[in-house]
């Protein structure tokens, strides 16, 4: 029997060692190409998996920060001594509150006026019918709503609001969208009223500006002005 040869063995030997290397580093000695792109595919699921729910998480966040009030700031509408609606909830003077909602909860119950405020949120039309003014509370703003006048809650954070018809005061930090101009006011009171002839507004108090087809400019206390 022949003895193998001293260079045999010293190939073999250094075989055996390369194949050993390459599996303790995860990669076999023959199928190096494909075995290491299996770990890297995994990685690559793993992360998705991983990234992708918190990706849509993080949208669902952003742009929904002006969905609903966060919590502490105030979002409600108080009804005057009249007739008025928030929402799905209409009030009757002498009757309480009629139609169906989930936030009747919060009115109050009993006959007569409710005893407490309407929470509202985006997407809301308030207003009042007839009798004293409602108020409608958008966190630092408030909109002071007359008999026939409606509005429409677009967002709260920031507050802004749209008059749709009517009479009411602003005051406070608020923006109101009308169908003349966009209203910003930054702090103070402004009133406003929409009629058949155009906007009607005078700055009584404070600091706002006016954005409208025919320009835009801060406005004057005490100056009353009419934008068709």
Do not use: C, W
């Not at 190096?32 to 992708?52: C, D, M, Q, W």
């Not at 009030?91 to 919060?106: D, F, I, K, L, M």
């Not at 009223?193 to 009584?204: A, D, F, K, T, V």
């Not at 706002?208 to 934008?227: F, H, T």
Request: proline letters at 7%; aromatic letters at 2%.
């Amino acid at each position: 029997m022949t003895s193998p040869e001293p260079q045999d063995l010293n190939q073999r030997r250094d075989e055996m060692v390369a194949d050993l290397t390459a599996k303790i580093a995860g990669v076999s000695g023959r199928g190096g190409t494909a075995a290491s792109a299996r770990p890297l595919r995994l990685s690559r699921i793993r992360l998705r998996t991983l990234v992708l729910p918190a990706f849509a998480v993080g949208l669902m966040l952003y742009f929904g920060r002006g969905a609903a009030a966060p919590l502490g700031v105030e979002a409600a509408f108080k009804p005057g001594s009249g007739g008025a609606f928030a929402g799905f909830v209409e009030v009757v003077p002498g009757g309480g509150a009629a139609g169906t909602s989930t936030r009747e909860a919060a009115i109050g119950a009993g006959a007569g006026l409710p005893k407490g405020e309407i929470p509202v949120e985006p997407g809301d039309l308030v207003g009042t019918t007839d009798g004293s003014p409602g108020t409608l509370t958008l966190g630092r703003g408030e909109l002071e709503l007359h008999a026939g006048s409606r509005a429409l809650v677009e967002s709260v954070v920031p507050p802004r609001v749209r008059l749709i018809g009517g009479r009411a005061v602003a005051r406070g930090q608020l923006r109101v969208v009308t169908p003349h101009g966009l209203l910003d006011l930054r702090a103070g009171e402004l009133r406003l009223g929409i009629s058949p002839e155009g906007l009607r507004l005078m700055l009584r108090a404070g600091e706002a500006s006016l954005v409208s087809p025919d320009g835009a400019g801060p406005l004057s206390v005490g100056e009353e002005r009419l934008v068709r």
